[in-house]
């Protein structure tokens, strides 16, 4: 093929992927318009609505009474808040809007955000790519399919705050990469195993700038809400979590569907961690010195463990993408095109097909712990057969 029809033929592979993105975003867009009562904006709304009026935020009553009062009434009886309140303070001036004005505005700031993904994801992607290389990679990964499933959601915020994470790692300031990394507690399931990792590569200031960011999340939500109300929250969430484990994507969720039960979800959530603290400390050499990759495994092993887990979780998989790209960035290409293809395939027409997104997420760990046997020079770079020393005797005699 020459170079011309090659370069023609990428272009239109991106057309098409861009197309079917376009596709599903309408999708999701039109079902939040069309359905309000049953769009995420519901439980983000709820809570702020009980914030502004002091009631019970982690009550299910005056989660039913608040949705009744903005004239809403779910299909399966309530969509509940479980987030931390600070989500719900931050989610108030949207919410406080009537919900069709709500949901639309909401979906502006959810494409600013995407948009702001997409880019963030292009620059950080390896220099030396071409760039339809570069724009072909950030829409797959940033842009994929997976988690344009459910439009209306927190997933790119968490994939900005994930990829300002990685910069500022690359950049050296590890305490404000840790805060960063923070600001994923609005979804704390994505990176639950991430800290495991990073302690034992041993990056503790970033662990005491997650600490610090953690700090003024339970600061915040005390503030807000008290001790009180603040206590109710675990058991809340627990419950609510055990009513959903089986519609989760992730392992625990399947566990769950076999048994019948959703706490099987929350036991095998269990092992996989104790698993994955285990391989944090066999690997503790390896990870010491290369912290992206410490955080690309530890969030590609919480989506895989997490006890609840949705379809458009999988989007901070970019992370991953990007920190393996240098490498083995086609590999990782065509693992965020197959979870686009699953997801794509499981949404429309055969549900059963989503089963296979942990096991296609599996993939991309195998990709990260391969990544790291990779040479690095002492600056954690990548080393090319070029870089290597040469012997003593292949050195040119100096000119007399």
Not at 158 to 174: D, E, F, N, S, Y
Not at 284 to 312: E, N, T
Not at 334 to 362: D, H, N, Q, V
Request: one cysteine or more.
């Amino acid at each position: 093929m020459s170079w011309r029809s090659g370069r023609l033929l990428g272009v239109l592979c991106i057309a098409l992927y861009a197309a079917i993105a376009v596709a599903f975003i309408a999708r999701s867009v039109n079902g939040a318009l069309s359905m309000p009562a049953n769009s995420d904006w519901v439980a983000f709304a709820v809570g702020a609505h009980l914030l502004r009026s002091g009631g019970c935020l982690y009550c299910v009553g005056s989660q039913i009474a608040a949705t009744h009062s903005m004239g809403l009434a779910p299909g399966d009886g309530i969509n509940p808040f479980v987030s931390l309140p600070p989500v719900g303070f931050i989610f108030e001036p949207l919410a406080m809007l009537p919900p069709l004005e709500g949901i639309a505005a909401t979906l502006a700031v959810c494409s600013a955000t995407f948009a702001g993904a997409v880019a963030l994801t292009w620059r950080l992607l390896p220099a030396g790519w071409s760039q339809l290389h570069r724009v072909g990679g950030a829409l797959v990964s940033a842009g994929s399919v997976v988690g344009l499933v459910a439009f209306l959601q927190w997933q790119w915020v968490m994939v900005l705050a994930l990829l300002i994470t990685l910069a500022l790692q690359r950049r050296g300031r590890c305490v404000w990469a840790g805060i960063a990394l923070s600001l994923l507690l609005v979804e704390p399931q994505v990176i639950w195993l991430a800290l495991p990792m990073l302690l034992a590569a041993r990056e503790w200031r970033t662990v005491t700038g997650f600490m610090l960011g953690a700090s003024g999340w339970l600061a915040a939500s005390l503030m807000l809400v008290g001790p009180s109300q603040l206590a109710r929250w675990p058991g809340f969430l627990l419950q609510t979590h055990l009513n959903d484990a089986f519609r989760g994507v992730g392992l625990p969720a399947l566990a769950a569907s076999i048994a019948n039960s959703g706490a099987a979800a929350f036991w095998t959530s269990a092992v996989l961690a104790a698993a994955a603290c285990a391989l944090a400390y066999v690997l503790r050499r390896k990870l010491r010195g290369h912290p992206s990759h410490a955080l690309a495994l530890g969030v590609v092993l919480s989506l895989v463990a997490a006890p609840h887990i949705y379809a458009q979780d999988l989007a901070v998989l970019a992370l991953p993408c990007i920190v393996v790209a240098a490498r083995r960035g086609d590999v990782a290409l065509l693992i965020m095109i197959a979870l686009s293809a699953i997801s794509a395939i499981g949404f429309l027409a055969a549900p059963e097909m989503l089963r296979l997104l942990p096991e296609t997420t599996l993939l991309m760990a195998a990709l990260v712990l391969d990544d790291l046997r990779a040479p690095f020079d002492r600056q954690g770079r990548y080393r090319v057969a070029g870089d290597a020393p040469l012997p003593t005797a292949a050195l040119p005699l100096p000119l007399r």
